[in-house]
């Protein structure tokens, strides 16, 4: 007999919380939960759609935690500590073995920052799924777009354009010499991204702006600029790669455009320096100075004799 909605989300998608904020979670009409007093809620929502974020027979582990990760990511580039998520769930058919490793890497990742899966929705059809993730920030500290100004530093974090390799690599499209260790590794960035939730907490008060890598630091830091009014100039022989990723020769255009890399870009008035150098050690990743805030609108892309260089992408667009 396969399992009924009712067993499906009571053995997959129900576990006890320690959260004493979560007054209902799953099992009623609708979860009740308590926002502490002092905080503001950050929410947000994604989907992962088969075929589309992922290929059909992508580990429903790596699916389970990847849907959370994107969400911690928005979350950590507000400054939010996550709190609770919904799941809206859409599948072709129930698939046990599916079930178990998708939830069992959701909860794996939930359970690093004490998030509790507090409700969600099941249906039949095309494999879809949507998570929305709730975070407290305190009162006025969240991370926003729009606080560059010119002469602050532009920081990432971690390293950028593993995903997007790793993604080549999964769909066969690189076909120059690696060695399997460095494919695992790049993959590895693809599947399970590493939202960095403590350097976001780390960064309020002392960041001016954050957004989180998701299409490319191209697009995604064309979004602070556009949103603080305000262009930029980022040095390319600065930006961070991993030692795997410097093994291959990737041009710019890759690691500028590409998606996935779910690090954090963000602008730094340059007084602050210090207080970046002093949280640096306690975030569990680097920090990388990239580039400076400027008055002038655009992007200056720099190579290492200061000269221009055209890097033609837009970052990822569904539309
Ligand atoms: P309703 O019909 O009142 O919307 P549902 O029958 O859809 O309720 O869901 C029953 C309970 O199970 C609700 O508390 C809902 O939030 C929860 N739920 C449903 N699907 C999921 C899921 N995939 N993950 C977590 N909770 C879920
Ligand atoms: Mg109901």
Same mark, same amino acid.
């Given at each position: ?16 919380? @320690? @959260? ?5 979670g ?5 979860? /009740? ?5 002092? %905080? ?9 759609i088969?075929? =589309? ?16 990760? =994107? ?6 580039? %507000? ?13 072709? $058919?129930?698939? $046990?073995?599916?079930l ?5 890497? +959701?909860?794996? #990742? ?29 009162l006025?500290?969240?991370?926003? @777009? ?6 602050? #530093? ?13 993604l ?37 008060? /002392? ?13 995604? +830091? ?7 009014? =305000? ?5 390319? $022989? ?7 990723? *410097? *093994? +291959?020769?990737?041009?710019?255009? *890759? ?18 320096q $210090?207080? #970046? ?16 805030? @400027? ?25």
């Open positions: 007999m396969p399992l009924t909605e009712f067993e499906l989300i009571s053995r997959y998608f129900t576990r006890p919380s @320690r @959260r004493t904020d979560v007054v209902r799953v099992g009623d009409d609708c979860a /009740i939960v308590r926002v502490p007093a002092g %905080m503001e809620l950050a929410v947000t929502i994604d989907t992962l088969s075929g =589309v974020h992922f290929p059909p027979e992508t580990d429903p582990y790596a699916i389970g935690w990847k849907v959370l990760a =994107v969400s911690l990511s928005d979350l950590a580039a %507000m400054g939010a500590d996550p709190a609770w998520a919904t799941l809206a769930l859409t599948l072709p $058919e129930v698939n $046990e073995d599916w178990r490793a998708f939830s069992q890497g +959701l909860f794996d #990742l939930a359970n690093q920052y004490n998030l509790t899966l507090i409700g969600g929705d099941t249906t039949r059809g095309p494999l879809a799924i949507t998570l929305q993730a709730h975070g407290f920030v305190p006025g500290q969240a991370l926003e @777009r729009s606080g560059a100004q010119a002469e602050d #530093l532009i920081y990432v974090t971690g390293t950028l354009g593993d995903a997007t390799i790793g080549e690599l999964s769909q066969g499209r690189w076909s120059n010499p690696i060695i399997a260790a460095d494919t695992a590794y790049l993959s590895s960035r693809l599947d399970y991204p590493q939202p960095r939730v403590v350097a976001g907490r780390a960064l309020r008060g /002392i960041a001016s702006a954050a957004i989180d890598l998701s299409d490319g630091l191209v697009a995604d +830091l064309g979004h602070i600029l556009s949103a603080s009014a =305000v262009g930029a100039v980022v040095y390319l $022989e600065c930006l961070p790669l991993s030692p795997a990723l *410097k *093994k +291959l020769t990737v041009p710019w255009e *890759k690691i500028v455009g590409g998606g996935d890399d779910y690090e954090l870009c963000f602008t730094l008035p340059p007084e602050r $210090e207080e #970046l150098e002093r949280i640096s050690a306690t975030v569990g990743c680097n920090f990388t100075l990239i580039g400076t805030i @400027r008055k002038s609108l655009g992007i200056s892309w720099l190579d290492a004799g200061n000269q221009v260089v055209n890097i033609n992408t837009i970052g990822f667009r569904h539309f």
